[in-house]
């Protein structure tokens, strides 16, 4: 377990940084500081996640492109186990998280396979994009 983990622990309890500096005195206070701010923003942006994806805005948009992509899968055509998945992703451009012309339908077997993620993945999903934006505009 790293240092960052152990140390989170304590802040998730509620332990406050002069508490948590008596049981690690080595780590020095301002690195302290630093782990709970980190602590602090992966708790917002968990709970900005969680309202987001349980929100009607969400539960609409994931209607919209289950009836676009007809219930099945973007890259393979299954129509077993479907997800959304963001083509650019939400850390490139979090500006388009809820932007239907950026979500397209997989599933599982393709979410997981790794061919959305690092920078093949992005090129591999940017083309997708594409070709799912010029679907969109022939209907």
Same mark, same amino acid.
């Given at each position: 377990?790293?240092?960052?983990? /152990?140390?989170?622990?304590?802040? *998730?309890?509620?332990? /406050?940084?002069?508490?948590? %500096?008596?049981?690690?005195?080595?780590?020095? +206070?301002?690195?302290?500081? @630093?782990?709970?701010?980190? !602590?602090?923003?992966?708790?917002?942006?968990?709970?900005a996640?969680?309202?987001? !994806?349980?929100?009607?805005k969400?539960?609409?948009?994931?209607?919209?492109?289950?009836?676009?992509?007809?219930?099945?899968?973007?890259? $393979?055509?299954?129509?077993?186990?479907?997800q959304? *998945?963001? $083509?650019i992703?939400? /850390?490139?451009?979090?500006?388009?998280?809820?932007?239907?012309?950026?979500?397209?339908?997989? $599933?599982? +077997? $393709?979410?997981k /396979?790794?061919?959305?993620?690092?920078?093949?993945?992005?090129? %591999?999903?940017? @083309?997708?994009?594409?070709?799912?934006?010029?679907?969109?505009s *022939?209907?």
């Amino acid at each position: 377990m790293s240092q960052y983990n /152990s140390i989170k622990l304590f802040f *998730e309890k509620g332990y /406050s940084v002069e508490e948590v %500096n008596k049981k690690f005195p080595h780590i020095g +206070k301002l690195l302290l500081y @630093k782990y709970l701010k980190i !602590y602090r923003l992966e708790r917002f942006n968990q709970d900005a996640k969680n309202v987001l !994806y349980h929100s009607a805005k969400w539960k609409e948009l994931r209607r919209q492109v289950i009836a676009r992509d007809g219930r099945k899968c973007h890259q $393979c055509g299954s129509t077993k186990t479907l997800q959304l *998945e963001h $083509c650019i992703p939400k /850390s490139l451009r979090p500006d388009l998280i809820a932007d239907l012309t950026n979500l397209v339908l997989l $599933c599982a +077997k $393709c979410h997981k /396979s790794g061919s959305t993620f690092g920078r093949k993945g992005i090129r %591999n999903t940017v @083309k997708a994009r594409a070709k799912l934006l010029k679907k969109i505009s *022939e209907t």
